[in-house]
């Protein structure tokens, strides 16, 4: 037996599966070529305090990451409406609670 949950999309991926047809070499490296560059990196500078650096240094270190990554990671989150604040998400669960 097959336990496994497919969602909505899955499903309709595998009752396609059979009309697969190949891309092209051509629509292979066009794709290719979008992926890579979506995946090229920036060098940029930033100018931070301090206490500011030192501050994320830590917390880098507790998350067993390079600050960079760490710093870089923030930044993803941030950009793509994933970081979260905890005394935020906290307030909103006594505000629920009531």
């Not at 992926?35 to 930033?46: F, G, P, V, W």
């Not at 240094?57 to 390079?66: D, I, N, S, T, V």
């Not at 600050?67 to 993803?76: K, P, R, V």
């Not at 979260?84 to 906290?90: N, P, V």
Request: hydrophobic fraction near 35%; aromatic fraction near 6%; glycine fraction near 2%.
């Amino acid at each position: 037996m097959n336990d496994i949950k497919l969602d909505s999309f899955e499903k309709e991926i595998e009752k396609n599966a059979e009309h697969f047809v190949k891309a092209s070499t051509k629509i292979q490296q066009r794709v290719t070529k979008i992926i890579s560059k979506a995946n090229e990196k920036n060098r940029i500078t930033l100018r931070l305090n301090n206490q500011t650096l030192e501050s994320i240094k830590r917390k880098a270190q507790e998350e067993g990451l390079p600050y960079q990554t760490f710093i870089s990671s923030i930044l993803y989150k941030y950009a793509n409406d994933k970081l979260m604040d905890e005394k935020h998400i906290l307030k909103s669960l006594r505000l629920l609670r009531k």
